[in-house]
């Protein structure tokens, strides 16, 4: 088990729909973040949270609308996505600095399916 | 920008082996990171790098870190079935919390 954790695990949705992906975290990160990834290839980043603040938006398509309500929930949500789009998404947190030595720890991702 | 580079993409090793991954990236970076994923699963942190000559080891994997070359290595000793998995290396940017991946090494260990 992760100490991240992403709801649902897994979504199936049509290119009409709008949905919505979270993530918690309590640790007490203050940077969270967003991923996209495809079948044998590595994380792409999407979006950067920190202090609840957006701080990087890696060019993704409005389609694609992050929120960050508070320090411990990070949210995605999805509408009129298209096939390319199913993908594993994987939300991280972090600290924002002080402690070096510390990764960016991963959730176990959502999986989904544009049909 | 930041380019990741590893090889091999693919590596097939017989158990008992030892052999090492290579991590080369191109600009300045502050912190270089080693995961851990298995199909259809989240990425598990396995080692964070710091500083020039940094080395650390956990079980049968090593990493380490020349900064001046811009090399990290990943060397796996007498490898076991269980190490099959993919792995990352990520480099952090110099300023701010952005990690670029490495393409991933696909490791299979055969019996």
């Known amino acids: 088990d992760t100490e991240v954790t992403q709801t649902p695990k897994h979504l199936v949705m049509g290119m009409t729909n709008k949905k919505s992906l979270k993530c918690e975290q309590h640790?007490?990160?203050?940077?969270m973040y967003w991923y996209k990834q495809k079948a044998k290839k590595p994380p792409e980043l999407m979006f950067v949270y920190s202090y609840e603040k957006l701080s990087i938006n890696e060019s993704v398509p409005s389609r694609f609308s992050p929120e960050c309500p508070n320090s411990s929930l990070l949210n995605l949500h999805l509408h009129a996505l298209q096939p390319e789009d199913s993908a594993l998404y994987l939300c991280a947190s972090s600290q924002v600095r002080g402690q070096r030595n510390q990764p960016q720890h991963f959730g176990d991702g959502t999986r989904l399916s544009i049909l | 920008e930041l380019k990741v580079e590893q090889n091999p993409l693919f590596l097939s090793m017989q158990e008992g082996k030892n052999y090492t991954i290579y991590c080369n990236y191109s600009t300045t970076s502050d912190r270089l990171y080693w995961y851990r994923q298995d199909p259809g699963k989240s990425l598990e942190s396995l080692f964070v790098l710091l500083s020039n000559g940094a080395v650390k080891q956990e079980g049968r994997l090593m990493a380490s870190l020349d900064t001046k070359a811009r090399l990290s290595t990943l060397h796996i000793t007498a490898a076991v079935h269980d190490l099959s998995a993919t792995y990352f290396c990520a480099v952090r940017m110099e300023y701010g919390n952005k990690l670029v991946f490495g393409a991933g090494t696909i490791l299979r260990v055969k019996s």
């Open positions: 640790m007490g990160h203050r940077a």
